[in-house]
C-alpha cells in the first residue's frame, strides 16, 4: 500500500528566504507526482505535475524534483512571500494497474503548513 | 480559465438523512473522482468515475455511498444514511484523459457536518 509522508509538518520562515518542502513515497513504481496549494477552508490548487519520467519542473518561483527509484520529491520556493503561506501537498499516481489502465487515483501526504511573515 | 465547482459549500444534516452533494467538473474531463479530508487529516481517495460507471473504490466507499452523473454536467455523491463519522470535507475533481498523465483539478470543497 502506497504511503506518502511530509517533512517538516510545519515551517515558519521570514519573507525573502528560499525554502524546501520534502515528500517521501514507499511505492516507487509511479505515474506521476502532483504539488497542491490549499488555503484555509479551500480547495486544492494545483502547484506542478511531474511525470514519472521526468527529473523537474518549474513553475515560476516553484521548482519541484523527482527522484522517483529513492521515493522522493522535494518542493522548492524561491524568495518566499507572505502570500505562500499555505498549506502545500504532495500526490502520488501509482502505475498502470494489471489490466493496462490507470484511473488516477491519488494518494496524499498530511501536508506542510508553511507561514511565511513579513 | 475553467474549474470544478461545488455546491453547497456548506451542509449541515441530522444523522441518519440523505444528503447529496453536487459538483459540475470541467466540462471536457472525462474522469472524476470524489476524496474527503476530515479536519486535521489526510486528503483520502473515495471513488472514480469514468464511462458512466465506477472504475475504482476506496474501502471507505460502502454501501452508504454512490455517485451519478445524471446528465452530462452534473456529477452526484449520495451519502443514504450519515453518520457522525461522516463529516468531513468532501472534494470533487475532474481529469482531462488518459494520455500522459494529465493534472486533476479540485473544486472547493463542500464541509458535511454531521449532528
Known amino acids: 500500500k502506497q504511503e506518502v509522508t511530509q517533512i517538516p509538518a510545519a515551517l515558519s520562515v521570514p519573507e525573502g528566504e528560499n525554502l524546501v518542502l520534502n515528500c517521501s513515497f514507499t511505492?516507487?513504481?509511479?505515474?506521476?507526482l502532483q504539488w497542491f496549494r490549499q488555503d484555509p477552508g479551500k480547495g486544492l490548487t494545483s502547484l506542478l505535475l511531474i511525470q514519472s519520467s521526468q527529473r523537474e519542473q518549474t513553475s515560476g518561483r516553484l521548482n519541484a524534483s523527482l527522484d522517483k527509484s529513492s521515493g522522493r520529491s522535494t518542493l522548492y520556493i524561491a524568495a518566499s512571500q507572505p502570500g505562500d503561506s499555505a498549506t502545500y501537498l504532495c500526490?502520488?499516481?501509482?502505475?498502470?494497474?494489471?489490466?493496462?489502465?490507470?484511473?488516477?487515483?491519488?494518494?496524499f501526504g498530511q501536508g506542510t503548513i508553511l507561514t511565511v511573515h513579513p | 480559465e475553467p474549474e470544478v465547482t461545488q455546491t453547497p459549500s456548506h451542509q449541515v444534516t441530522q444523522m441518519g438523512q440523505e444528503v447529496i452533494l453536487r459538483c459540475v467538473p470541467i466540462?471536457?474531463?472525462?474522469?472524476f473522482y470524489w476524496y474527503r479530508q476530515i479536519l486535521g487529516q489526510k486528503v483520502e481517495f473515495l471513488v472514480s468515475?469514468?464511462?458512466?460507471?465506477?472504475?475504482?473504490k476506496s474501502e471507505i466507499f460502502d454501501d452508504q455511498f454512490s455517485v451519478e452523473r445524471p446528465d452530462g454536467s452534473n456529477f452526484t455523491l449520495k451519502i443514504r444514511s450519515t453518520k457522525l463519522e461522516d463529516s468531513a470535507m468532501y472534494f470533487c475533481a475532474s481529469r482531462f484523459s488518459g494520455r500522459a498523465g494529465q493534472p486533476q483539478h479540485f473544486g472547493d470543497g463542500t464541509r458535511l457536518s454531521i449532528l
Open positions: 500526490a502520488v499516481r501509482l502505475g498502470q494497474n494489471a489490466g493496462g489502465t490507470s484511473y488516477g487515483k491519488l494518494t
Open positions: 511505492d516507487s513504481a509511479i505515474y506521476n
Open positions: 466540462s471536457n474531463h472525462l474522469y
Open positions: 468515475f469514468y464511462n458512466n460507471e465506477i472504475s475504482e
